[in-house]
């Protein structure tokens, strides 16, 4: 992730807000007030703020004009409103940048931050993870070994994507199921073991061991080190 620090507003966001950003691999810090913006920014500003609107509004969008008002001035703000107050955006329009419904959904909200800071993460999608003859483009959601395509699934993808990442850590399948498939995703610990079950059929005989099975705990990738 190369996007900087966010600040988040209220100074104690919600579970499911700090879980979100949290996952997303964002870092942020949340902030009371105008003088806790300040007095907090790092030395190069804020990389952007996320500013809940929904239940003091008036304190929300003080804030707002707050970072626009810095020394480096936020350029991506986004607000959390309740439905009702979707007729106040367009009188406030230049105080944010785009705007997420509360109560929110997780995914939804992930999804209007990476469109909000694309071009920081564009870089980072563009990159290729290359690890023991496999091969990921993070761009075109391709992936090789040994220079032979492999047909994965989205979830997969994402699977192997989360492991090869991190080659030798382990990892439970609570958290595997947390951080691919998502908090509110109820399938169950089985679902990661069919998918490592599936991507070892995919990557062969052959290189099935690179997944390893920890027991009682987890998965693991291969403890070599890896280039991307």
Known sequence: MTVGLLAVFPENPSVDMART?????????????????????????WAG??????????????????????????QRILVLIKGAQIGDLEVRDDLFDDFCLSPFHPRELEARLRHMFFHELKSVDAAVIEH????????????????????????????????????????????????????????GARTVDVHVRRLRAKLGEEHAHLIETVRSVGYRFGSSKWSG
């Open 21 to 45: 950003l949290d996952l997303s691999g964002y870092t942020w810090k949340g902030v009371g007030g105008a003088d806790a913006l300040r007095r907090l920014s790092p030395v190069n500003g």
């Open 49 to 74: 703020a996320v500013v809940g609107c929904d239940e003091d509004p008036e304190s929300g969008w003080a804030l707002c004009r707050a970072l626009r008002r810095l020394e480096h001035p936020v």
């Open 132 to 187: 023991a003859g496999l091969r990921l483009n993070l761009e075109t959601y391709q992936a090789t070994f040994d220079n032979r395509p492999l047909d994965l699934t989205y979830m997969e993808y994402e699977l192997l994507k989360y492991l090869v990442r991190e080659p030798g850590r382990v990892f439970t399948r609570e958290t595997l199921l947390a951080e691919v498939w998502g908090y509110e995703y109820f399938g």
